[in-house]
Every structure is written in C-alpha cells, then in structure tokens.
C-alpha cells in the first residue's frame, strides 16, 4: 500500500504542474494556439514535452510485457534499425518538410498536396483506427495504479460494487481533459515540459535506489534462468521465442522509415515548434534525453524479473502471485504481473515518486492523445464539410467537444472491450488501419513532385483493406478455415492451422506496405499530367515565410557533414550536438557489427553477455543521465522563459486555423477542386471569408 509519504510526494509535484498550467489558459486566443501552441516552442521544450508523452503508462505496461518476455534480446536486433534512426534524426527526414508546409494536421497537408475528397477519407481513416488503438489506454492505466498502489479491485458504494479501475479511469480522465480544454496545446506542451523535467530528477534518484537495492549478481542469475531458444541475455538463443522474435524487429524495422510521422498520436508536436530547424534540433537532442528513460525503464524491469524469479525472492513472489491469482482474464495478469511485483519491492518514498512518475506520463500521454484525434475530428472531418467559416471562439469550442467525445469513448470502450493480447500486438492491429497506406502518401507527397491524388488513393484504400483483411482473418480463423479446407482439401498448411491464422499481423503489414508503395508508383506515373508545385507548398524561395525563416549564410561549397544533416542554418553548438549523437549512436552500431559477427563465429557464453548488458544497458546510462539531467533542466527553463516573453507579444492570426484556401493550392487535382466548391458555395457579391486569395 502507499504511504502518505507516498501521496505527498505525488500531490505535490502535480499542484506545481496544475498552477503552471492554469496560468497559461488566458494566452490562448486562437486557433493557433490551441492546436499548435502558437508555434512558439523552442527545442528543449518541444523535446522534453515530447518526451514526457512516451511515458505514458499503457507504453510503461506495454514495455514491461516485452522485457520480462524478451529481457535484452530483442534490443540487440533493435540495433539493425540504428542507420535509420540516425538518418530521420539528423536529416529531418519527412519532420522537417511537414513543418515547412505550416499545417496543423496531417489530414490538412493531404488537402494541400492532394485534393479535399481524400483529404476527407485519410482524415476519417485515421481518426478511426486512433481512436480504436485508444480505446485501451484509460482501462490499461487504471488497473496499473489499482495494482500498483495495493488499491482494492472492487469499491462497494452504497446499493451495488463497482470496480475500482472504473473509477480511476473516470477521475483520471477528468483530471487529463481539465488539462487539455483549458489551453490545448500550448497547455498540454508548457505541462508536458514541467513534467518531463521533474521526471529527469525522479529518473536519477529511482536509478540510485535500484542500484543499490539489487546486486547484478542476482539480476544475472535470475534473466539466465530460462529454456533453450528463450534467452533473456544471448540475442542468438531466441530461436523459440513466439512473438517478440527476429522478424518482430526485422518488420518494425521497415515500418519505422516507411511510416515516418504518419502516426497522429500526439501530432501537435510537430507543428508546434518555433521554426523547422528548432523542430530538428528538438528530436536530435530527443536521443540524449531518451537515455535517462532507457535506463530507468530498463533497470525497473529487470529487477522486478529478479525480484519474481530468484529463489531468494521466492516468499515475496508468491505473494505476489496471490494477487495475481485474484485476476480471471490471463492476458490482464500478464499486463498487471510487473506493477504487482514493483509495488512489493519498492519502498516507502521510491514508490511515491515512481507513482508520480507514472501520473505525469499518464497525464501526458492522454491528453496529448485527446487532443490529437479530438481535433483530428473536427480538423480533418467536420471543417472540411462546413460551408461557413467559423470564428475563432466556435472553433475552439467544437475542438473542446471533440476531446471530449474521444475521452468518453476510451471509458466505454475499456470497461467492455475484452483484452486478450499483447498491448504492442493490439496497437500493431490497430494502427496498421491507417499507417499501411498512409506512409506512400505522405513520403511520396513531401519528396516525390509526380505523386498524384489518383496514386494516393490508390495506396491508401489498398493499404487499408489488407490490413483490415488481416485483422478479419485473425479474428474469425476458427469459422473461416474449415470452408477453406472443403474448397482445398489438399492444402496441408490449412489443415495445420486449424485454431490461428498462419500469417501474424507483423507479416499481413509489410505486405500491406509493399502493396501501397507499388500502387501509388504505378498509379501515378499513369496518372501524371504536370508536377506539383513543391515551392508553394514547402513555402520556399518566393513563397517563403518570413517567421520560419532562420537568419544564418550559406554554405559555399559541400561538405561531408551535410551527411548527417548539418546545413546551413546549424550553429557552433548544433554542429557539436549533432556530431555526438551520431559518434555515440555509430560507435554502437559497430560494436553490434563486430560482436554479431564474433557470434557467427565463436558464441560468447551468457556470462559475457551479462556483462554487456550491465555496462551498455545500465552503467554507461546512467553517467551520461546525470550530465543530460543538469543539461535538459537548463534548456527546458530556458525554453519555458522565452515562451513566456514570446507569448506577451504574439497575436495569432484568425485565418490561421488549419482550413486551406485558394493560394495554398498547388496542385491542378485539388484545385480544380476548389474551384468546384467555390461556384457552388460562395455569393460572388460578398469577400471571400478568411485569408485573401489569389482573385482579390
């Protein structure tokens, strides 16, 4: 049970966040503000808010699954995807043209690109499959407090019981749209940052505890405790391994650089940076901060793994294990076995701050997400279908009632929905609705000038369907197989597959992702009649804004540190920065070059690789999360400071309020059209509402 040490070292840090957030609500006056706080955020903030909303706890449990599944295996393949990783990050990859663009949602840069009808359907896609992947973030996060805070599973109010997790979703998700309607993103983000701040300092002093708490002695002995091909330490014993396996990261691998930013969870971030070199910066210096995390995460894990499977550990086990018994639905007490364990191990004060740790996660993960698909309703389905302009004021309100609707939805849908897979496997089904398609589209529209609306269509629909197709087949094997098995009598790998679909989600994506890429190709070149106006969109050259412009010279002649995305707008420090995440990130990615191959060759024993675990996973961590600790606390006060002057001087503008009009148009496909829309809609006797056009 917690303490009341516990409880105030919870209530305190989160009376902080509140005032701070409250005191922001009177700067937003716009639209602007609201979706994209301004536009104001500077990269310590960005990155630190960013990074607070990772913490959310359904991403803590799902996490939590696959370490005490997996241990560190799976994050020796994770390694494959390093050139990648460092290649989005340091190029700006997709982040950095979506920011010159200046739209405030995804849906809205399809309109720009493409045409308002798909701008309409990618919009409705997506706010589907985002709100279905929340659908068991409120369910999921309560019963981790239920559970971890050694609350009662049921409450017995006066006339009937009720279970406790139901009431922890209703006041928690109160509490998380109190936050998000009372300044949307500039509240979410300035919350998000102070939270993500205190975090750092909890990170250290949690890291401390468990350091001293545990010896790796015990650690090793418990993770080498395991059946053949199920290792938790040796990446090459894992040949047993069903779900969390090679393919797992060898098909994530691919989905990560084919979807970059198509995922909308949280999308206001980015966009809401003070310019697409701050955005940059932001998620290059994302890598050092994600160190802290890591290693807290990390560390947490497997101590509790320790704390479950070591025999000088076992009275407190099966305590554990007691609670554990007390759950009917197996796939809950899998979820809930970790935060049982954590509850019981951790002491008085850790515990306060680990539970405070969660909560601002849980805050900010929630209400980010809230936020993202509640305006993606209004912004990318409802706006887009208005004939009127709203003002701002109506505008506002219409986003605040979208949130809302979003967070009654989770409530419902968590307390009936059934669980019965990994957290990481729901999201991949879910998400895969959308993200199949979705990432062809917005590549190929950002970099590719002979993408058409026809061949966006093409992949998005196709993308859709198969990854629908795949979660029907999932979900309806056991009827669907044996009508397959009359029509195909000689199919043995039908009539070995009788209770699950032989092709796992993981696998029906990629091929979801092949089919989208090969489509929008195709189509397109067929459809081409003339390139797309990159210029406009991308707002360069002649059609450049004057507040994202960054002042610095050019470079006169090529270098090879444009290789990494050093250009010409990096200063002194951004090039030192840059260069240490790739030195760091690089000089790991060879080692997993060189060992791999050692392994191939000569298999280091599990003693060896205890040790590389040790220092890589937990010692080397945790110096640099001391430094970066001091360092990202100056940059988010500094962040946090100027946001507050910029704010005493900024006036949003009321036609910057995500609608696309005539000059934004780049293309002949949406252009048309518009024009289409504007015969039919618009009294030529009256102006034009909104920004002025091209015909003024």
């Known amino acids: 049970m917690m303490s009341w040490i516990d409880w105030m070292i919870v209530a305190i840090p989160l009376a902080v966040v509140a005032v701070i957030a409250f005191r922001t609500q009177k700067h937003v006056n716009g639209v602007a503000e609201f979706m994209a706080g301004g536009r ?54 997709v982040y950095y043209r979506y920011r010159e663009t200046r739209a405030m949602t995804l849906a809205q840069f399809f309109e720009i690109r493409y045409s308002k009808s798909f701008r309409l359907f990618a919009g409705f896609l997506g706010f589907l499959s985002g709100v279905l992947n929340y659908g068991i973030f409120p369910a999921v996060s309560a019963r981790f407090f239920v559970y971890f805070c050694g609350l009662p599973q ?12 139901i009431v922890i979703m209703a006041i928690y998700l109160t509490l998380a749209l109190t936050l998000t309607l009372t300044g949307g993103q500039l509240t979410v983000m300035i919350a998000d940052c102070v939270e993500g701040m205190l975090a750092l300092v909890m990170f250290l002093i949690i890291i401390i505890a468990l350091l001293v708490m545990f010896d790796w002695q015990h650690i090793q002995e418990a993770m080498s405790n395991t059946p053949p091909g199920k290792s938790m330490l040796n990446p090459f014993d894992i040949g047993n391994a069903k779900d969390f396996n090679i393919w797992y990261v060898l098909i994530g691998m691919i989905s990560s650089i084919y979807g970059v930013m198509a995922w909308q969870g949280g999308h206001a971030f980015n966009s809401c940076a003070r310019n697409a070199h701050e955005a940059k910066m932001g998620a290059i210096i994302g890598t050092w901060r994600g160190v802290t995390k890591g290693v807290m995460i990390s560390l947490l894990a497997i101590c509790a793994v320790t704390y479950l499977k070591h025999p000088d550990f076992a009275a407190n086990a099966a305590k554990v294990q007691e609670i554990l018994n007390q759950i009917s639905n197996p796939q809950i007490q899998t979820q809930m076995r970790m935060p049982v364990a954590i509850n019981f191990m951790l002491p008085v004060a850790i515990k306060g701050m680990l539970c405070s740790i969660m909560l601002f996660g849980l805050l900010a993960g929630d209400s980010s997400y809230l936020h993202s698909w509640g305006s993606i309703f209004i912004q990318d389905i409802v706006l887009p279908l208005r004939q009127k ?12 009632a979208a949130i809302v609707g979003v967070a009654l939805f989770g409530f419902f849908f968590s307390i009936f929905f059934l669980q019965t897979d990994y957290i990481l496997m729901f999201f991949a089904l879910t998400g895969a609705i959308f993200l199949a398609g979705a990432g062809s589209v917005i590549a190929g529209g950002l970099y590719w ?24 087949l999932q979900q309806c094997w056991r009827t669907i197989q044996p009508g397959l098995l009359q029509f195909f009598p000689n199919a043995q790998w039908l009539a070995n597959n009788h209770d699950k679909f032989p092709v796992n989600g993981q696998i029906m994506f990629f091929w979801a992702i092949v089919a989208a890429i090969l489509l929008y190709v195709i189509v397109s070149l067929l459809t081409w009649k003339e390139d797309f106006n990159m210029e406009k969109m991308l707002h360069r050259g002649k059609y450049a804004v004057a507040d994202d412009q960054v002042k610095t010279e050019f470079a006169k002649r090529w270098r090879w540190s444009s290789i990494i995305g050093i250009d010409k707008q990096f200063t002194r420090g951004d090039k030192i920065i840059s260069v240490s995440v790739f030195s760091w990130t690089m000089f790991w990615w060879v080692i997993f070059i060189v060992v791999t191959i050692w392994n191939i060759f000569s298999p280091w024993p599990v003693s060896w690789w205890a040790v590389y675990w040790h220092y890589y996973a937990i010692i080397i961590p945790f110096i640099i999360a001391i430094i970066t600790t001091v360092w990202f606390l100056w940059g988010g006060i500094h962040d946090l400071r100027q946001l507050y002057r910029d704010l005493k001087v900024y006036k949003s503008e009321a036609g910057d309020d995500g609608t696309v009009t005539h000059e934004e148009l780049a293309s002949p496909d949406n252009y048309a059209d518009f024009v289409k829309e504007e015969e039919k809609n618009i009294d030529a006797s009256k102006p034009y509402p909104g920004k002025h056009s091209s015909m003024d």
């Open 389 to 400: 302009p709203l003002t701002p004021k109506m505008h506002i309100n219409l986003l605040r």
């Open 449 to 472: 000038k002979k993408g058409t609306t026809a061949g966006a269509w093409a992949a998005m629909i196709s993308g859709s369907s198969l990854a629908v197709a795949g979660i029907i």
């Open 154 to 165: 049921e409450l017995h109010l006066p006339g009937f019981p009720i279970q406790t997790f």
């Open 40 to 93: 104001l955020g500077g990269r310590y903030l960005v990155c630190c808010a960013k990074g607070e909303t990772s913490m959310a706890v359904v991403s803590m449990v799902a996490m939590f699954e696959l370490l005490y599944e997996a241990g560190f295996t799976i994050a020796w393949w994770q390694k494959m995807t390093v050139p990648l990783g460092l290649f989005i990050a340091l190029t700006g990859y």
